[in-house]
């Protein structure tokens, strides 16, 4: 069985906040290899001088959302690091390639994780007089858990015109480790810039059942944005 996998990792926004009151929205398209193009938008804020919050949702034919807070602080004049917590939740469903009506499963994910960032916030060179440059790193490694149940569809063998049953099979937990490493780099002016984001996904299945785990393995997040700041 394969198809739309039930997990779809995701091109962050990170977070690079620096004091308090700041805020920085984001909202991009990305591309995804195996899947297809997929939208988000998030937000992060500065709540005090070292403590920040994001949200964020995204959708590709499933909804998925993510909460975090963390702690930040300021290295030099336009560096910053900082260490994240959260959770993540996601409808996830995939389905039989050779008979997607009859045969899929349909569950969700919910992830538990730490972000590390890295990054430097408007960096300039002595040519450019408004243009700035904000790049940063980031390391994502997280827990998840994903209970799906297998829906199909029962026919008679005896009168083909007879209405199929529908039929749900014992819920199965999907237990894996993720780690998705991300390269981010904003270019324009002091508050609104275009972004450009390049990460990879890594999926561990911990699972001894020999059934294939339905992800796909190392695919490559491409992603194209606008990032507005306060």
């Known amino acids: 069985m394969a198809g739309c996998g039930s997990y779809v990792p995701y091109c962050i926004d990170a977070p690079t906040v620096d004091h308090q009151g ?28 070292h403590i920040g919050a994001q949200l964020y949702v995204s959708n ?3 909804w998925h959302y993510q909460g975090s807070a963390g702690w930040f602080t300021r290295v030099g004049d336009n560096g910053v690091a900082a ?5 993540s939740y996601g409808e996830a469903g995939f389905a039989s390639v050779k008979d997607p009506e009859s045969l899929s499963m349909v569950g969700t994910n919910r992830t538990a994780f730490l972000q590390g960032v890295w990054g430097w916030n408007g960096l300039h060179f002595p040519s450019e007089v408004k243009a700035r440059h904000d790049v940063n790193f980031s390391l994502k490694a997280g827990f998840m858990l994903s209970p799906m149940t297998l829906d199909y569809y029962l ?8 209405d199929p049953v529908r039929c749900y099979d ?7 480790l993720l780690l998705e490493p991300q390269l981010e780099w904003r ?13 990879l996904d890594l999926t561990a299945n911990l699972n001894k059942d020999p059934r294939p785990i339905p992800f796909k393995s190392f695919p490559i997040m491409i992603g194209l944005g606008i990032n507005y700041r306060l």
């Open 155 to 162: 026919y008679s063998m005896l009168d083909p015109n007879d």
């Open 83 to 87: 260490i994240y917590g959260g959770f």
């Open 170 to 176: 014992v819920p199965f937990i999907y237990r894996s």
């Open 60 to 62: 590709f034919q499933n």
């Open 22 to 49: 700041d805020l920085q929205a984001d909202a991009a398209i990305y591309s995804v290899s195996g899947y297809g193009v997929i939208f988000h938008a998030g937000t992060t804020v500065g709540i005090t001088n």
């Open 187 to 199: 270019y324009g002016w002091e508050h609104l810039k275009f972004s450009l984001k390049v990460a």
